[in-house]
């Protein structure tokens, strides 16, 4: 069945499921929607990720992930430190970013105590805050795993390095399609605008290229690391 329906056809010939899905995703990216069911060309310019969402998420909201998912892109200067934590609901395709930390000129066992304040969190009010003990996916570099040395041994945190070598362009074609990606402004406005203002490249006579230009991109880094396992099991 072709999944651009002429305004004619009858629903009972698309059911149920059909028709829930095409109106989950109308209510919650209408130019997606106009794309994939209706085959129309809904171009957003230069952006790259036109699937954002901005959001402010209640701790509730956030206590409540089942999947939860941590990048850290490292840096020193003027090329900062990055944490970001996100929410993954696989059955929505939908990506929230939640928490995000950044610091210049820190050393791994400082960035680290970071994450462990970041992880050690109260599941619900009233009760103790404890440290949860979550995989921190990282930049794989040959400094990453002296860093990621650290964190094992003077902080007891699990750094494992992401398998990105050469998954650039498809991690960010994978997020560029999930349903949404919901970032919290206020929680995360780095990752808010590192998202928002990533376009792709253009050539010397002004005109929108396939390529996606580096810089500016610590937060969406981050994620990308964070998710890549996730995008390589498709």
């Known amino acids: ?50 699937n954002v969402r901005e959001e402010r998420l209640s701790l509730e909201r956030i206590r409540g992930f089942e999947r939860r998912r941590n990048g850290i892109d490292w840096g020193w200067f003027p090329d900062p430190w990055r944490l970001v934590r996100c929410g993954w609901e696989p059955a929505a395709r939908r990506l929230v970013v939640f928490e995000e930390h950044s610091a210049n000129k820190m050393m791994p066992a400082d960035t680290g105590r970071i994450v462990v304040d970041a992880l050690t969190y109260a599941d619900a009010d009233g009760e103790e805050p404890y440290f949860h ?37 498809l991690s960010y074609e994978w997020l560029a399609g999930l349903r949404e990606i919901v970032i919290d402004p206020e929680r995360c406005p780095l990752t808010f605008a590192e998202f928002t203002l990533k376009e792709h490249m253009r050539d010397r006579d002004g005109n929108w290229i396939d390529e996606i230009p580096d810089g500016n991109d610590h937060s969406i880094d981050a994620v990308r690391y964070a998710m890549m396992e996730d995008v390589l099991r498709g």
């Open 1 to 50: 069945m072709s999944k651009h329906p002429t305004p004619d056809t009858p629903s009972e010939w698309l059911g149920g499921p059909f028709l829930e899905e095409a109106e989950y995703l109308r209510e919650t990216n209408e130019k997606a929607w106009r794309w994939e069911y209706l085959g129309e060309i809904t171009g957003t310019g230069g952006a790259i990720f036109d």
């Open 133 to 169: 003990d979550e995989i921190l996916w990282c930049d794989d570099t040959p400094d990453a795993k002296v860093q990621m040395g650290v964190y094992r041994r003077e902080q007891g945190l699990r750094a494992r390095p992401a398998r990105k070598s050469h998954m650039r362009r």
